[in-house]
């Protein structure tokens, strides 16, 4: 092995790894430099690289304690070589002020040990004159049968967008979403699952990818139903005023969501609105200035960033990106942004109040799932990373990867692999920092919810990370802090009783959905991938310890399935990789559609003849019912295999080629309940629950 590999193996980096076809692959040489010099090591030649390494070493020898240990509820603390006996004694103050003290005992290797005595929670530890957070988490996270016993729960996914409501502007509101999952759990349902809701770029309405925010701390305002806050009568004045009307009108008549007329109508509405608040009432201006309050540096940061930002895009040339603005405003902290916020304190005010409505419009949507008895109510979706040029990323650069991009290597979903364009956490940093980015975190998605969707929760154990400029296929894993991570996911859920599910499809590691079922996370089964020597596996066999689904936003409904839209789709935008071509797939496809109506036919959710390619309602019927059947603790259906769409929300390795994040659903809230073949559906879907 190199130095350069053994460098890579040292800071976490996989020189090797394992892909979806079980092929064993190695990382080449000048991706592994790129890496490393994007993670912060010299590598300019041998001699460099075992400088790093003996930095590395010393390091370890050191035996410096982090500034957090997260320890499971039982076990004993390692607190490392503790040479003199005198210096074992420690210090323990518990979360409630209450002081516990004692001595640790060094094992027959020399490594001493606390056995500890302390409820779970957060603790602070004084040892061998060194100060550290004590994190003593539960051995699980908070799961269904917590909330609901043996119960099997329903519920739905939705792209909120896609939520049609009244007076919604075009865009799907959090009103809406409260009143899509009252009707759902008044007909039975327990959760509805949501698209992320993160922050996106005010000033650049161009960019509407929910899962490529600007910040997961905060919420995309586009989602804000003015009427709530200000009333029915206010909002139609102001699009009065603001000769408006017809554009409102038009804007909700259209089948995809025209994400740059329908914002810049919603944040112009909002500006005219806003401009009264001082006309709101004694209540909500209390309200927002707790809001406010709570929302610290970090809140007045996004804030400040989407002023500056807004003002950067101004200039001729544009400057989208932070990193591109004059050096004095790439510093949250410089004097000039300072003043550039004083001088701007009326758009600062604007962004704040503007979370505020965001946040509350949230809250009172899980008020409205819990209202409807929905057990669980919103499942927030927690997207893998942030784009870089964002205001997460202006206002903590030291805790994000600078020059990489979260990605996946080429598997069953996507032959050509994926580039997200997206940036995470630093492992180092979150370690340096006594995990409180991922804590920050963790805590906004759940204080407004009743569950948390991880997406890529393999990312959790190790992310594929591309150097900036490469291709997809030339990244390498990067290695987490998993065991912590997970420690942490447990005993916050158990603090919002939250449940947890982590979206584990792709290329997953070996033993990595054994070490989530004892964790307490929820996998993911989706019907296309159940299967046994090519045949779909019946209901009764799949994982107990899972979220069973139809399909998910990146792949085809049932209808556009059993259609082959998906296929006309990946033809039409050459999506096939090497190997694979359109007649390949077709004849597939004739062959997996008798198998499926089969399965259906052999669990008694169908009978008689296979329907025709274009009639699919029945397949749909089938297919939501087969779902249903499963032992899962929860099964969840998109609202559109619920509503029999053809199309799929997303084509992934896609941006333009497709209508991606655009698609609104054709009914409202009132189809729930008045259709009587959607109605039909939800019988059948409870009745297997």
């Known amino acids: 092995m190199s130095a350069l590999q053994e460098l890579a193996a040292a800071a976490g980096l996989s020189t090797r790894w394992i892909d979806w076809q079980g092929v064993h692959r190695e990382v080449r040489d000048d991706t592994l430099h790129a890496v490393l010099t994007a993670l912060g090591y010299r590598v300019d030649d041998v001699a460099a690289c075992e400088r790093e390494l003996a930095r590395l070493a010393a390091e370890r020898a050191a035996a410096v304690l982090p500034p957090m240990l997260v320890v499971r509820a039982g076990a004993a603390a390692d607190v490392g070589h503790i040479a003199d006996p005198a210096l074992r004694a420690y210090v323990l103050t518990l979360e409630d002020g209450t002081v516990l003290e004692g001595t640790a005992e060094a094992g027959d290797d020399g490594i001493c040990r606390i056995a500890l005595f302390a409820p779970i929670g957060y603790h602070r530890l004084a040892i061998n004159g060194q100060h550290l957070q004590l994190a003593i988490v539960p051995p699980r996270a908070f799961t269904v049968q917590d909330l609901a016993g043996e119960r099997r729960l329903w519920g739905c996914t939705a792209q909120l967008y896609a939520l049609r409501s009244k007076s919604d502007g075009g865009i799907g509101t959090f009103s809406g979403l409260g009143a899509h999952a009252k009707a759902l759990g008044e007909q039975g349902a327990d959760a509805l699952a949501v698209s992320p809701v993160h922050a996106l770029f005010a000033a650049d309405v161009e960019r509407f990818s929910p899962y490529s925010p600007s910040s997961r701390l905060f919420v995309n305002a586009l989602h804000v139903d003015l009427a709530e806050a200000f009333g029915a009568e206010a909002l139609a004045a102001a699009l009065v005023d603001e000769g408006a009307a017809a554009l409102a009108d038009e804007l909700e008549s259209l089948e995809l969501v025209d994400w740059p007329r329908a914002a810049r109508l919603r944040l112009k509405l909002a500006r005219r609105l806003l401009a009264g608040f001082d006309q709101l009432s004694d209540a909500l201006r209390a309200d927002c200035a707790a809001f406010i309050e709570a929302g610290g540096t970090a809140l007045l940061d996004h804030a400040r960033f989407e002023t500056l930002h807004g003002h950067f895009l101004g200039l001729a040339p544009p400057l989208w990106r932070w990193t591109d603005w004059p050096a004095e405003y790439r510093n949250p902290r410089s004097a000039e942004v300072e ?351």
Not at 368 to 385: C, E, F, N, P, T
Not at 485 to 490: D, E, H, P, T, W
């Open 339 to 689: 003043v550039f916020a004083a001088g701007q304190a009326a758009e600062v005010a604007f962004h704040l109040r503007l979370q505020w409505l965001a946040d509350r419009g949230l809250r009172l949507a899980q008020a409205q799932a819990k209202a409807g008895g929905m057990a669980i109510g919103l499942i927030s979706d927690l997207a893998v990373g942030a784009d870089g040029g964002g205001s997460h990323g202006w206002s903590r650069p030291q805790d994000f990867l600078q020059g990489l991009s979260v990605g996946a290597p080429p598997d069953a979903l996507n032959a050509l692999g994926q580039g997200w364009g997206l940036t995470a956490y630093s492992p180092r940093a979150l370690c340096d920092e006594a995990y409180s980015p991922f804590l920050e975190l963790l805590r906004a998605q759940l204080r407004r919810a009743g569950g948390l969707r991880i997406d890529h929760v393999i990312g959790l154990g190790r992310l594929w990370l591309v150097p900036d400029g490469a291709g997809p296929r030339e990244g390498a894993y990067l290695q987490y802090p998993i065991e912590a991570l997970f420690g942490l996911i447990a005993l916050e859920s158990w603090r919002h009783r939250a449940v947890i599910i982590g979206e584990d499809m792709g290329t997953v590691p070996d033993g990595f959905r054994q070490r989530m079922s004892p964790a307490g996370i929820l996998g993911m089964r989706v019907l296309w991938f159940e299967r046994d020597w090519g045949f779909f596996v019946e209901p009764a066999r799949w994982p107990a310890d899972v979220v069973a689904m139809s399909t998910t936003h990146d792949l085809p409904t049932v209808a556009g399935w059993w259609t082959g839209r998906d296929i006309d789709w990946r033809a039409a935008l050459a999506l096939y990789g090497e190997g694979q071509d359109e007649a390949q797939d077709r004849a597939a496809r004739v062959v997996d559609r008798e198998k499926l109506w089969g399965a259906f036919v052999h669990a008694g959710l169908a009978s008689g003849a296979m329907p025709p390619v274009d009639q699919p309602s029945a397949v749909v019927d089938a297919a939501c019912a087969f779902v249903a059947a499963t032992p899962s603790p929860l099964a969840l259906i998109p609202l559109e295999d619920l509503f029999g769409v053809v199309e799929q929300p997303n084509v992934p390795g896609t941006i333009d080629e497709h209508p991606n994040w655009r698609r609104r659903l054709a009914g409202d809230v009132r189809t729930l309940s008045e259709a009587p073949e959607i109605a039909a559906r939800m019988v059948r879907i409870a009745a297997r629950r």
